[in-house]
Structure formats: C-alpha cells, structure tokens
C-alpha cells in the first residue's frame, strides 16, 4: 500500500554536493517523524538525520555543519541536502517514514529501497 522511493544518488568528488529525495505513496492518513539512515559497507546501519511532522530534527554528530533535512509535507516528501561531502559518507542511504493509513490506525515503519552515494577522493 505505501512505498517509499529515493532518488538522488550517485557518485561525487569529495567537496561536492547531492541532494536526496524520498517520496511516500499509497494509502496515507498522515506521515509523523521521517528520516534518513545510511549504511557502508561492513558497518552498522546509522541514523543520518531525522525531521518530526512539525519541523523540529535531529543529525549525526558527523554530519551537523553539512546535511540538512527538510520535508514538504503536501508532497509526502523528505529531502536530504549533502554538501561538503567526505569519503567516509560513502555508504547505502535509506529513507524511514512512521506512517498511519487512516486516522483509527496506529502507524507502521516503512522503508525506502535504499539509494547508493559514493564520494571519491
């Protein structure tokens, strides 16, 4: 019923920038708090960054200074703004969303395909 796709990656020079785009579908009452995660090869996967309905967000220590997210919520939409790039941010990125499909429903954790950045040196 609901599906998270991301677009946006790619392969970047380290200084360089991307910008992440994941967009939800389907039946959706309401999306609550979304974010992105990221996962390199042989490491855990780590929450990148995080933005509540209302705007309010949380980042990576080892990304605050350079990533920004940002949600539009008429378009079901949360974006993550890359600048400044490293190598080290080499990794899969994945969108999260909490979303309810009606108001009586409690909401559910959806996950995005995953959307590959590699940063060369």
């Known amino acids: 019923q609901v599906q998270l796709v991301e677009s946006g990656g790619g392969l970047v020079q380290a200084g360089g920038s991307l910008r992440l785009s994941c967009a939800a ?3 959706i009452f309401s999306i609550n708090a ?3 995660y990221r996962q ?3 490491k855990q996967r780590e929450l990148v960054a995080a933005i509540a309905r209302r705007g309010s967000t949380n980042y990576a220590d080892s990304v ?3 990533f920004t997210i940002s949600r539009d919520n008429a378009k079901n939409t949360v974006y993550l703004q890359m600048n400044s790039l490293k190598p080290e941010d080499t990794a899969v990125y994945y969108c999260n969303a909490d979303i309810a499909y009606a108001y009586y429903s409690g909401s559910r954790d959806y996950w995005g395909q ?3 950045v590699t940063v060369s040196a």
């Open 40 to 42: 390199a090869p042989g």
């Open 64 to 66: 605050k200074g350079r």
């Open 25 to 27: 579908s389907g039946s």
């Open 114 to 116: 995953g959307t590959q």
């Open 34 to 36: 979304m974010g992105w």
